[in-house]
């Protein structure tokens, strides 16, 4: 598998300019990204930027924390499709899965997975996994098998740890075959994208894309 096709290149830091989308859209059409992910804020220009390639555009939604309410996050996921994103991020609600009010965390991933089912977009849950027991992730696993979401996510990238193939092998194993893996969190070279693809991973979220392509052809 061609590593640079299962990236999202991503830039979310809270200072990021349109300088800085304009710069990681180019270098997605240079590289062949299979995605950009991007702050909501600057949809609508990478996406005109990208109109005339198969490069898709992800944004986030309820990021990083995950608490907003399910109402707002619906309303994010709705003005992102309309700006024409391709892909929601969407962090679940971490509040709510540690007071282990299940049925609100059910309604909120299946109120943002419809959202974006009913235009056609594809929707990847952030499980933000460091902060989650084992019991948890299994209720997490169970609600999307159930919902059937099209990613999970393993994490928002802004914990400051890095992604454990361990747990992305825990994910393949909880998980529907239907249902993919996005690692995400402290991926910064080709060998760390490569184990987490061995360990079950579908697409990759890294900020250092251009880096870990260069170390390919190096």
Known sequence: ???????????????????????????AIRHGFKAVCIPPYFVKNASRLLEDHMIKVATV?????GYSTIPAKVEEVKRAINDGADEIDAVVNICAIKEKDWAYVKNDIDSLTRA?????KIIKLIFEVELLTS?????????????????????????????????IRILRSKLKPSIKIKASGGIRTLNAATAAVEAGADRIGCAASVSIVRTIHA
């Open 1 to 27: 598998m061609e590593i640079a096709s299962i990236i999202d290149h991503t830039i979310l830091k809270s200072n990021c300019t349109s300088e800085d989308v304009e710069r990681i859209c180019d270098e």
């Open 61 to 65: 939604v309820g990021f990083p924390m």
């Open 116 to 120: 974006s089912h009913l235009k056609g």
């Open 135 to 167: 019991e948890e992730i299994n209720k997490l696993c169970e609600i999307c098998n159930e919902i059937e979401v099209n990613f999970v996510k393993t994490s928002t990238g802004f914990s400051g740890t890095e992604t454990d193939p361990k747990i």
